[in-house]
C-alpha cells in the first residue's frame, strides 16, 4: 500500500490545482471580496445588452448593460462594451471619461491595460484628438507589441499626417507580425515608398526621389505610381530615354508572364474599366503575340460589345467615398487602391450612355 502512497500525493496535488485553477478562472477578488464571473454574465441584464448590440440596438444595449454594470460587480468588460456604446453614438467624452477611469484601476494585468488603452485611444481618434490618439495607440503598442489592431490604427494616422516614413516603419511591423502571408504587406509598403519620393520630388530632391520610386517598384513590380513619378523624375534629370522606358514599363507589365496568361488577366481586368486605353492597347498586342486566335478574339469582341460603362465620379469600394478623379488613397477611410468607377449601365441597354459618361 504504501507504494501507491506518492501516486496518490501527485493525483491529489494535480486534482487540488484544477480545482484551485477552476475557482480562479471564475472568481476574482476585488476590493476584499469575491466575484463571480459566471454569474455576471448569467444576469439577464447582460444577456439582453448583448442581444440589442447584436440587433445594432444602440440605445437599448446601453440601458442594459448599465444594469448589468450596476450590481456591484463592476466588471471590467461591460465598461470597456459601454465605453465604445458611447463612443459609437457619438458621446465621445462620456467614453473617455469612463476608459480613462477604467485605466486608474490598481488590479487591471498588463494585457486588460493594453486593452482599455486601446479603447481610449479609439476615442481621441474618433473626437479628432491627434496627438493624444497617437500617444494611446503608443502605449498599446508598449504594452502589447503584437497588437496588430493598434499598429494598423497608428500607421493610419501617421498616413493622415503625411508622415510617411513613420506610416512605412509602422507598416513594416505589421509586415513583420504578418509573417509574409499577407500579400497586401509589400503593396502598401511599395505605396508608402512611393509617397516617402512624393516627398522627396516636392522638396526637389530629384535624386533622391528617383531612388526611392525605384525601391517602391522594387517591393511591388505592380506599383504604378511609382513608374509615373520615376518617368516624371527621369525626365526632370535630363535622362529621356530612362523616363521612357519607366513608363513604358508600366504598359507592359501585364505582358511579362506568358501571352496567354496575360491575356486572362487582361480580359478579367476589362469589363471593370471598359475605358481603358492602355488595357485594350496591351489586349491587342498580346493577340497579335498569339497569332490571333479566332477564338481568343470572339472572347474579346463579347467582352467588349457587353461592357459596363462608368459614372464619375470615381467610387471608394471600401467606405463608398465620391472622387472626381481615380485616387490611390482613400482621403476618408485610407485604404489603398481601392476606388473604381462606379457602374451606369451596359451599353447594349442605353446606346446615349457610350458618351455621357465619359464627358468631364
Known sequence: ?????????????LLLGLIVGKAWERYKLRDGRWIDRRRLRETPHYMLGLNFLVDNQVDQAIDELTQAASTGTDALEIQMILGNLYRAKGQ???????????LQRPDLTRLEQAYVQLCLALDFRHGGFVDRALEA??????LDAKNRYALVNLQ????????????LRIRAEIARLDGGRRPEDRQILAFLTNEIGNTAARNGEVNDAGRIFSEAIDIDSRTAPAYLNLGDTREQQGNTTAAIEAWEALTHLAAQSRHREALDVLLDALPNNPHGLAIHQQIWQTLSALGLEPSL???????????????????????RYRSTELL??????????????????PAKDSPTAELEPTER
Open 1 to 13: 500500500m504504501s507504494d501507491y502512497l506518492p501516486l496518490l500525493a501527485s493525483l491529489f496535488a
Open 92 to 102: 465621445v467624452g462620456r467614453a473617455i471619461g469612463l476608459h480613462q477611469s477604467l
Open 137 to 142: 495607440f503608443q502605449e498599446v503598442v508598449r
Open 156 to 167: 493610419k494616422l501617421y498616413e493622415e499626417q503625411d508622415q510617411w516614413t513613420d506610416a
Open 297 to 319: 478574339v470572339r472572347r474579346y469582341m463579347t467582352l467588349t460589345s457587353e461592357a459596363v460603362f462608368y459614372l464619375d465620379p470615381h467610387i471608394c469600394t471600401r467606405c
Open 328 to 345: 490611390w488613397q482613400c482621403p476618408q477611410c485610407h485604404e489603398w487602391n481601392t476606388f473604381v468607377e462606379e457602374r451606369l449601365s
